[in-house]
Each structure stands twice: as structure tokens, then as C-alpha cells.
């Protein structure tokens, strides 16, 4: 039997307006998980729906064994759908339940084949996502969004695909649900796929292809592997870029030096012509103009090379550009009231009492389906919670999970300036710079951002709109972020001086916030056993 296996080469794909995204990239997969890395916008997740046949290549080939499963980024499941129907098992479990009311139609007994545990074996395989009590008459609109995201991964494992693909996996998971998943793919027998920015999936794959600036590099091992091999690279990079800057500053002293002697020769070469018959006189100084100009054109020319060299050493390290901002007005005094929740029953029935003072930094945890994400939308107003009293005494800041803040019709800098009224035009844009949006940069039009642009874009809305927010919310702002942009998130949170309330299963992100409080939705405090 032929091992499970898909492979892909020389594939290239560009937008219909001839935009390109990748072009000549190729890879195969084996038993094992493999991961694909890469900033926002590099083409993961189009390179993705080509190997699963959603979208076609521009040029290039796809070729697999066996069954292909693929589970993309963000689950769109039926609100009104049952759970065994996500699963794939509704047909059977319905003909099971027939002949167990004493049907004999041969059609319900082929729509069970041999799958008499069907029960059993699908809340074994939800259990290992997380969902052990999930009842499979359930409806997807009753589930939170990691529970969504656990069941769309229970359905994909529980057909068994030779080769499962999936798309940042580990999204809106807790802790445990991510341990399950992870501890699951790898005792898969199949080859997997997954693209992601998780260091715990990316510390247990086989091997990591890196899609940046429209080629895929390959590096066997996990992240550590990866990561070495990246700073072996860059230190290779600096040394290359330290020796381009001294051959072209050395270039640059001689052109200067062979410049001022060149003067220096004429004047001396007109005093000595002066007893000279004009004629000779002439030649000899045309002549050594001749000459000088020859030795300055090789200098010149060395120059220009030993600058196209420098251009070019830069660029290969690629060096990451650091959001650097400051926001006093976001400031809070220390024990001033900020949030305050009085018995206030949310809408999934959890009952809550927070108080928020000065410029606490609290990390609202818990597992999916706990309340975490009905609580911030209680908050902003979102949801109306069903009794109790629910009091911000200051401005607001909020970052949704699927980040949707921007109007693709305006420029970056117009939709700050809507949230940001009386900023001046000036204003606006020295302050963008700091979100590295310098220039025309500034005026592109947010529907042709790139995913990075857009997260930096969305969080200048938030911590540059008027007035300042001097309560900031976050839920999950780490999902779907690459390594750059989340260290640009945890950059600008430094220069923030407000109230921060976040949920995130990213421990490493908030390890590096300077939490001050781990509460759950109910207000109550969380031990760091309990997280």
C-alpha cells in the first residue's frame, strides 16, 4: 500500500488583476505534521485552498493518495445544523435509530455498514478535541467559537483522511483543548498539513516550510530547528552587511581623495605649463584631463557597486521595523474606578462581578465555552446582559477576534481620522508613522492591505481614536497573527498607559504584558494551577 502522501511543484498563483503571491514553489508530505510559517499576506492560506483544489494555479502541479481532509481558517458552520451532521454521521446514526425501532429495509442496513458503534467512536473523537459531554443533537448556534473550532476538527479527524490539511488549528482553543489537538495530530498515521503561529503545535511538527516574499523555503525539524537555522542565516546576513558598508565607505574616501588630488594635479600642471608654448601647454592638460576622468570613472563605478552591494545586503537581512508609541492620554490614575459589574447575569447564564481600577492589567481565562467572549461583548455593548448593572466610567478601546474595524472604501489615515474626531490631518499622520505607516503608505486604501497591515491599521483605530481609550478590551488579539505582527501588538501595549483586559490562550503573550490579575468570567480570581 502506498504511504499517505501529497505533493506539490513549481505552482504559482497570481490575483486576477496580476497581482502575484508566489511563484515556482514545490514540497511533499509525508507521515507527520508539516508546517507552513510566514507573515500575513505571504499566501498560506492560498497555497492551502490550491492543494485541496478550492482555487486552481496559475501554473504548477498538485498531485495525492488517498483521501485529502481540509479544515480552513475561519469555520463557517450552519447555525441551525446538529452536531452529528457537522460530523458527517447524521445518515447513519438516523438508520441505526431505525433498525433499532425494528426496521428491516436493507437500506438502513447498508447506510450502517459496519459503523455500529457510530456513537461511540464520535464521542470518543470529540472527546479528544476537548468536547467530551457534547451531545451530538446539539446545534452549532449553541456553541462558543473554540468549541466551533474543536467540532469542525473532530469532523475532519473522524473520516480518517490520508491527508489532513488545516488552517491555524489552534485558534480560539484553551490550553487543554490545544493539548488535545496537538497530542492528537501527532499520533495521526496520515500525513498533516497545518499552517500556524502556535510555538507548541510548531515545537511537535517534522519539518517547517517558511512562504515569505513569494518563495517557500524548507527546514527539517520543528521551530527550535527553524529558529537557528534563521539566526545562523542572519548573523551570515550582518557579516555581509558589515563588509558592504566598509567597501563602500572605503570606495567612497578614494573617489573623494582621487576628486581632491585631481585639483591639486591641475594646479600644479598650469604653473608648470606657464614657460610653456601654448600649444604643448594644451595638449598635456587635455591629456591629463583625459586621464583623470578615465580613473575617475573606475572609481565611480566602484562606488556604484560596492553600494548596489550594500542595497542589497540589507535587504537580504530584512531587518524587522518596531512600533515605537506613546499615549499619555491613555493614562488612569492608580485606584480610580474604571469598570465596575454588579451581579450582572450574562446572556448564557453566568453570573459576573468584576471592578477594574487604575491601569490594571487583568487576563480574563477559562475554558471554550465559558463566557469570555459574552462578557467583553456585555461590555461594549454588544450584547444586553439580563440583569444586573454593567458601569465603564471612561473611554473604550476594543479589538474584536476576527479584526473588522476597517472601511476597505477609505484610506488608512480616513478611517483613523473617523474615530479620531477634531485629530488634524498632521497629527494623524505623525502618529501612523509610529504604526509604520509612513508616506503614501498612509493613503492606501485598506482593501488593499496586506493581513499585517490590517492588524496594524485596526490598532491604530483603537489606541489612536478620540477620546483616547483609557479602557482597553482584547479578545484573542494574538489569532491569526505572524511572529512579526504579534511582537508589534506587545510593542504597542507597552506604550500603553490605560485599564487592559484581555482574552488569550497565548501564554507566552501574556507572560509578556505584565499581567497584574487572572480572573474568569465570573469575576472570581484564578490561581496559576487553574489557568
Known sequence: MTSPFLSFSHLSFAWPDATPVFTDVSGSLSRG??????SNGAGKSTLLRILTGELA?????????????YVPQDVALKADARVDEVLGIARVRSALAAIQLGSVDGAHYDAVGDDWAVDERAAGTLASMGLPRMSLDREVGELSGGEATSLALAAALLANPDVLILDEPTNNLDASSRRRVIATLESRRGATLVVSHDRALLERVDAIGELQFGSLRWFGGAIEQYEAALAAQRETAEQTLRTAKASAGRQHRELRAHVEGAGARQ??????????????????????????????AVHEDRLAQAQD????????LDVPKEIRIDLPD??????????LLRRCELRNGVVSSVVVQGPERIALVGN????????????VGVLVPVSGEVEVRVPVGYLPQRIDLLDDSLTVVDNVRARAQGAGPHHI????????????????????????????ASLACVLLARPAPQLLLLDEPTNNLDFASRHQLIEALAGYEGALLVVSHDDDFLAQL???????ASGNEVSGASR
Open 330 to 339: 491613555t493614562a488612569v490614575p492608580p485606584r480610580r474606578d474604571v469598570l
Open 309 to 316: 552591494r550594500l542595497a542589497t545586503a540589507r535587504d537580504a
Open 514 to 520: 505584565s499581567i497584574s490579575r487572572w480572573i474568569d
Open 267 to 296: 594646479r600644479k600642471g598650469a604653473k608648470d605649463a606657464s614657460g610653456m608654448p601654448a600649444i604643448v601647454a594644451g595638449t598635456l592638460k587635455r591629456k591629463a584631463q583625459v586621464s583623470d576622468a578615465r580613473v575617475t
Open 429 to 456: 499622520r505623525e502618529q501612523l508613522a509610529r504604526f509604520l505607516f509612513r508616506g503614501r503608505a498612509a493613503d492606501a486604501l485598506a482593501g488593499t492591505l496586506s493581513g499585517g497591515e490590517r492588524f496594524r
Open 33 to 38: 505534521i508539516t508546517a507552513i510559517v510566514g
Open 57 to 69: 494555479a496559475s501554473g504548477g502541479s498538485v498531485a495525492s493518495s488517498g483521501t485529502v481532509r
Open 368 to 379: 471554550n465555552g465559558s463566557g469570555k467572549t459574552t462578557l467583553i461583548e456585555t461590555l
